[in-house]
């Protein structure tokens, strides 16, 4: 019996060339700089009636790699990228259903300034804009803006509990009805239904009302990865949608019950918040094939151990080129991804660093998934019944069209035929087909 319907979303990690090197790419070398993949890929994802594409970021060059810009730079990890916002706004226009969902970190965008860009594009794209809400997790990011470093882990969660009550009030700035766009009595906005906001709390201060005018979505959906405990308790209460790094079956299940559990504490319905656990399914023809790419990628996770192995420097701000490579992890503490950090010594356990890295396993997908479309498919059926929701989002490391067209025009009509994803939007806005089960 298949389960219930479940959501869908893709991770993308950021606009640039994270795929250079990688086969079936194309002129990426070349092209990087023009948004035609994404826009191909925004409207492949609509194609398969995906919930959201949500475009990951970071605003610095990675160096915490043996102190040294060098292998981001050579390797191509997150770097060249351009500004999500950008990339953001030009999806909206080549898609009408798709929700999209840029990030932007609390401590580089004045609360103002974030409010009404994401109010901006809540309304180019008539209401389907998420924002991907992050507190930054590098001093590196916050010396780009002028700051010495970032603020305390757990201090930066206070401080955006105060930052969503900021933008939430500029949001609500403008009371539904406000346009009225009356040519007889010449009112276009009626005054009455317009107001400050006045907000002068303990790191933050504003006056409001936006100048942008209402957001069609009222206020737009709000996407959050934050797994330590103090995270969950900010993502439990202010997120709709919630991303997971989360290992195995009993892993995701038990962050769901978590997190579900603090959501009704908080007096919320636990539905409303829709939980994506990353994955990176390997697609075959057949089933023979599928093995053949994952040995494939097994290969390539091997040969580029330290180059991932730089990139989760980066996210944690540990120089792992420091370490012995052939020792055992032993103890290491981030101001960055905590929930990342602990998954990470909980998989290494006793082995060795490189042991570790050059083990396929090592790469990340919530559970692995291979095989044929329809053999995949059912092993998401299996892991969603299991978990009890609410679906996946999918982060594959080397974003080319054929990559998308895996995911949308092989894997996705699978799950389309076994009912297990929708096959047409039922609402035009993002929220509504977030909620729409
Ligand atoms: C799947 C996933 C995606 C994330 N995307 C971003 C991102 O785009 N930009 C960013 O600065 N942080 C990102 N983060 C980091 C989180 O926002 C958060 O800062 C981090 O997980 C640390 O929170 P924690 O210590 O509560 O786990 C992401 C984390 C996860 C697990």
């Known amino acids: 019996m298949p389960g219930n319907r479940f959501h869908l979303g893709w991770f993308l990690q950021g606009s640039s060339a994270q795929a250079w090197g990688e086969p079936w790419t194309g002129s990426i070398g070349e092209d990087w700089m023009v948004p035609d993949l994404f826009m191909d890929m925004a ?33 191509a990890i997150a770097v060249p990228r351009q500004d999500p916002s950008v990339i953001a706004s030009l999806m909206t226009q080549v898609t009408s259903r798709l929700g ?59 401080m955006a509990d105060e930052y969503m009550a900021v933008v939430n009030g500029l949001w609500d700035s403008w009371q539904p009805g406000a346009i009225v766009n009356d ?19 303990k790191y933050y201060k504003s006056r409001g009302p936006l100048n942008s005018g209402p957001l069609p979505q009222g206020r737009p959906v709000i996407a959050q990865a934050g797994g330590s405990p103090r995270g969950r308790q900010f993502a439990s209460l202010h997120a709709d949608t919630i991303i997971a790094a989360v290992r195995g079956v009993e892993g995701m299940k038990k962050y769901r019950d ?20 990353l994955v990176a399914p390997i697609i075959g023809e057949t089933e023979e094939d599928a093995q053949l790419a994952r040995r494939r ?3 390539w996770a091997v040969q580029r151990w330290e180059s991932r192995l730089a990139h ?34 909980r998989k290494a356990g006793n082995r060795t660093l490189r042991q570790y890295m050059t083990d396929y396993e090592s790469t990340v997908s919530s559970v692995e998934l291979v095989g044929t479309p329809d053999q995949v498919a059912a092993q998401m059926d299996e892991v969603m019944q299991a978990v009890g ?17 895996e995911i949308a025009e092989g894997l996705v009509p699978a799950l389309q035929k076994r009912g297990l994803v929708r096959k047409a939007y039922a609402h035009a806005q993002f929220r509504e087909n977030l909620l729409e089960f």
């Open 43 to 75: 409207r492949a994802l609509e194609r398969a009636c995906l919930d959201y594409i949500l475009i990951e970021d970071s605003s610095y060059i990675g160096e915490s790699y043996g102190n040294s810009r060098d292998i981001y730079l050579r390797d």
């Open 389 to 405: 929701g609410d679906g996946f989002l999918f982060s594959l490391p080397n974003v080319s069209r054929r990559v998308i067209a």
């Open 100 to 158: 999209i969902v840029p990030t932007f970190s609390t401590f580089a965008y004045p609360p103002y300034l974030l409010a009404r860009l994401i109010g901006s594009l809540d309304q180019v794209s008539r209401g389907r804009i998420g924002w991907n809400m992050v507190t930054g997790s590098s001093d590196f990011a916050a010396r780009n803006y002028g700051m010495d470093g970032l603020a305390e882990h757990d201090l930066r969660y206070d």
């Open 297 to 299: 990628r097994a290969d």
């Open 258 to 277: 978590d997190i579900r559990a603090r959501a009704t504490a908080h007096g919320r319905d636990p539905n409303a918040i829709k939980l994506l656990y």
């Open 312 to 345: 989760f420097s980066k996210i944690t701000n540990i120089n792992f080129a420091a370490l012995d490579p052939d020792c055992p992890l032993g103890e290491l503490t981030t101001n960055g991804h905590q929930q990342s950090l602990e998954e990470f010594k």
């Open 183 to 201: 040519l007889e009595n010449g009112t276009f906005v009626d005054p009455s239904k317009v107001h400050s906001i006045d907000y002068d709390g």
